[in-house]
């Protein structure tokens, strides 16, 4: 028969247990009993599943993209794993402003001032605009126009949408409602060509803004999506905007994710935001492209257009999380 541990080997099995305690995948024991003691307790992994299915589901219901909803919120469990609560808080009311500030770090990457960017630019400043067929992208290239006016800068519009029947027409009128100058080809012109031309024209007249419209180019179309590539190389813009709806929910993220690699975009208008204010287009857009929000298009008046405000947005997805 074996003779009894000695007490130091106690001891040892005693800091043993101990050590196990601490290095389990939970919090230790005298972490738990420590944070208890001053009125908190810590979050552990099992605490967080409710809440985070719940918060899944919110964002699933707002258009939020799969896999963007996923991703989000493996980072907010992440965080909270290990962090303490006060007593008198529920962990799914720590779990939902952090997922509020996760939200708004996403929606506000690459977030720039687009009014000071134009002021510091040289001028003229080339600005192009793409996305598909029918989500008021050449509205938007009015709206921003007027915007602009208002801000005291002139700007010409030029209708690189050359195979579009009605296109030059379409622009023409809103040219004419806001006594712009317009730049156009004839149908199955080349569209580089025509923003070239537009650049030129600003330069030779003292034109602050030169506002481009592209083709609605399919996603799905390589050969259009090759035409982007070129007005991209042949006029360099200083900036290209890429344009769908707030309503266009888990479509947004195929279509943003393919003009952003044909001719990497610097931000983002949502039209029809006054008939969809979810947001789940943006925080999708925003997250896959890793660009801005920069409009969003409330109307159909020429100044129906106001700038991004993410805090706003992820407080009306969440309901105002405090």
């Known amino acids: 028969m074996l003779p009894p541990p000695a007490e130091a080997d106690s001891d040892d099995a005693d800091d043993s247990e101990t050590d196990s305690d601490e290095s389990s995948s939970g919090p230790g024991t005298l972490k738990r009993a420590a944070a208890f003691a001053t009125g908190k307790v810590i979050i552990e992994e099992d605490d967080l599943e409710d809440p985070l299915w719940e918060l899944e589901m919110a964002l699933l219901e707002s258009d939020v993209e799969m896999s963007v909803a996923e991703e989000i919120l493996d980072t907010v469990e992440e965080t909270m794993i290990g962090e303490t609560r006060k007593q008198v808080e529920t962990t799914g009311e720590l779990v939902e402003r952090a997922l509020h500030d996760a939200l708004v770090d996403v929606i506000s990457v690459g977030q720039f001032d687009f009014d000071e960017r134009i002021a510091a630019a040289d001028k003229p400043i080339t600005i192009v605009f793409t996305g598909v067929n029918g989500v008021g992208k050449t509205t938007s290239i009015a709206k921003l126009s007027e915007y602009l006016a208002d801000r005291g800068y002139s700007s010409v519009m030029a209708n690189g949408d050359t195979y579009r029947a009605?296109?030059?027409?379409?622009?023409?009128?809103?040219?004419?409602?806001?006594?712009?100058?317009?730049?156009?080809?004839?149908?199955?012109?080349?569209?580089?060509?025509?923003?070239?031309?537009?650049?030129?024209?600003?330069?030779?007249?003292?034109?602050?803004?030169?506002?481009?419209?592209?083709?609605?180019?399919?996603?799905?179309?390589?050969?259009?999506?090759?035409?982007?590539?070129?007005?991209?190389?042949?006029?360099?813009?200083?900036?290209?905007?890429?344009?769908?709806?707030?309503?266009?929910?888990?479509?947004?993220?195929?279509?943003?994710?393919?003009?952003?690699?044909?001719?990497?975009?610097?931000?983002?208008?949502?039209?029809?935001?006054?008939?969809?204010?979810?947001?789940?287009?943006?925080?999708?857009?925003?997250?896959?492209t890793g660009k801005p929000i920069l409009f969003l298009g409330t109307g159909q008046e020429y100044d129906h257009i106001e700038p991004f405000d993410p805090e706003e947005l992820v407080d009306q997805l969440l309901g105002n999380v405090e």
């Open 166 to 288: 009605g296109a030059n027409e379409q622009l023409q009128q809103h040219a004419d409602n806001l006594d712009r100058k317009i730049i156009t080809h004839e149908q199955g012109g080349d569209p580089a060509a025509v923003i070239y031309d537009a650049v030129e024209y600003a330069e030779a007249n003292d034109v602050d803004v030169v506002l481009g419209d592209t083709a609605g180019r399919l996603h799905t179309s390589d050969d259009l999506m090759s035409q982007l590539e070129k007005i991209d190389r042949v006029v360099d813009p200083d900036m290209t905007l890429f344009v769908d709806e707030a309503v266009a929910g888990q479509d947004a993220v195929m279509r943003a994710q393919e003009f952003n690699d044909a001719a990497a975009i610097d931000g983002t208008i949502l039209t029809k935001a006054d008939v969809d204010a979810s947001g789940g287009a943006a925080i999708s857009i925003s997250y896959v």
